[in-house]
């Protein structure tokens, strides 16, 4: 997205820590349950170099971070980006944590990545980086530890070298190494639109509930990629009008709605929207505070904070990247009752069809596209349909309804595993 909104002041740590001393306040978690679960389990830190195509060698850093592992193997995805940290995947560990609780999955959350720009990278490259960044972790990760997946930056090809990469040192095919991959290596149907598929279905049945009739609702979509550009079809598909997006480059805005179509095949070509000449050019800050009915920021963490959040006009935000929404905007918005619908519950379709993918992989019997699909809205409905229960019976906003159902499921799993020895 375009670069308006200013750097996070705080840590992506501690903003996801205080999510959760405010839910392990409000449930009472003892003081034990609660030092444990605030703090990750497990954190590798590797420098590795790789070859370049001119013959030189450059040392990359990467990360992968293991959250809490109470209530199965860890999941979660590798960001390549030149901005990551070990700070940013310790957060988004415990957000996969909780993501995996509040949606029902056996898992436990991790997360990982190599700081890197991946597209002023070579094909070659890339390749050489991700088949050693993946000997470097698989020291942590395996079908039974620890299973990586795409996030920002990373796509099935890169998940296709990691199986590879891992199953080249087993001397076999471990296919449920890894979720995400191409379809023709043990990738499931429904995979790669399963996180914009799962916010749309989120999003619509919780627009109804309110009265907010989603056909004719206008839209903005912060983000291209694999969430915002799939959701942006999938909410149009439901009957509403896109009328803005954006992607790394320039904002695209048009009152009419934008001709999806025509973006699909400009980035198809590796075009990007600086490019584009059929809508009007909006900044990031623009398009984040359009009058519009629902707000998709679907890029990167920390975009709505104090510094825009009271000028925020959409009535419904749905989160499709992780911790868009800080807490204090959060607040903010609560109290302007605006409805946000939560990252880990509205964003959660794409690591439960990587739980599906998984299972799989393990039985080596593949479903087809229509059950993927539907077993999807089937978990994603009833996930929703608890969250909104317990916010409804207990006053609260969705979030913190899905913190509560998250939290308590890990903290019970914690408890009765007990800490050992
Ligand atoms: N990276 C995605 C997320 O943040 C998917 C993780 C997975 O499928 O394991 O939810």
């Known amino acids: 997205m375009v670069s308006a909104v200013p750097a996070p002041e705080r840590s992506a740590l501690s903003i996801a820590q205080r999510q959760f001393d405010a ?3 409000a449930l009472g978690l003892d003081d034990a349950l609660r030092a444990v679960l605030r703090e990750v389990k497990r954190e590798l830190v590797v420098h590795f170099p790789v070859e370049m195509d001119d013959g030189s060698f450059r040392v990359f850093t990467g990360f992968r971070v293991q959250h809490n592992i109470a209530r199965g193997p860890a999941k979660g995805g590798l960001r390549f980006h030149p901005a990551m940290s070990l700070d940013d995947a310790r957060a988004l560990a415990m957000y996969m944590t909780w993501k995996a609780a509040v949606v029902g999955l056996p898992f436990g959350g991790a997360k990982g990545g190599v700081v890197c720009e991946p597209r002023a990278l070579s094909v070659s490259e890339l390749e050489r980086l991700t ?19 795409p996030d920002l930056g990373t796509g099935p090809q890169v998940m296709a070298w990691i199986m590879d990469t891992l199953s080249m040192h087993a001397g076999f095919s471990v296919p449920a190494s890894v979720t ?3 379809t023709a290596i043990g990738g499931s149907e429904g995979r790669y639109a399963a996180t914009g598929r799962g916010l749309s279905i989120v999003t619509v049945q919780a627009m109804r509930d309110r009265g907010i009739d989603p ?11 694999k969430v915002g550009a799939v959701c942006a079809d999938l909410l149009t598909a439901a009957g509403m009008t896109v009328i803005a997006v954006s992607d790394s480059s320039a904002g695209l805005h048009r009152g009419a709605g934008l001709d999806l179509a025509a973006l699909h095949a400009l980035k198809e070509e590796g075009g990007s929207f600086a490019d584009y000449g059929g809508a009007d050019r909006i900044g990031n800050d623009e398009l984040l505070t359009l009058d519009v009915d629902l707000l998709v920021p679907a890029a990167l963490e920390a975009q709505i904070t104090r510094h825009n959040a009271d000028q925020v006009r959409a009535r419904v935000i749905a ?12 607040l903010v918005l609560n109290d302007r009752g605006v409805l946000i619908l939560p990252d880990i519950l509205v964003n959660a379709g794409g690591v439960v ?3 599906f993918e998984w299972v799989q992989d393990i039985q080596a019997y593949f479903w087809a596209a229509g059950e993927v699909n539907s077993r999807l809205r089937e ?7 608890q969250v909104n229960a317990r916010a409804t019976a207990e006053g609260i906003p ?4 899905a913190y509560r159902i998250a939290v308590e499921k890990v903290a019970e799993a914690t408890e009765v595993r007990g800490i050992y020895p």
Not at 379 to 385: A, D, P, T
Request: aromatic share 6%; glycine share 10%; no cysteine.
């Open 319 to 330: 989160e499709g990247a992780n911790a868009p929404v800080d807490p204090d905007a959060d």
């Open 23 to 25: 839910t392990a306040d």
């Open 131 to 149: 088949r050693r960044f993946t000997t470097e972790i698989s020291l942590i990760i395996g079908q039974d530890r620890d299973i990586p997946a």
């Open 379 to 385: 978990v994603m409905v009833r996930s929703y349909e």
């Open 353 to 355: 069809v990587s739980y």
């Open 180 to 182: 995400g991959k191409p």
């Open 215 to 225: 056909s004719g609702a206008r839209v903005a979509v912060q983000g291209f990629g």
């Open 398 to 401: 969705l979030r913190d309804s």
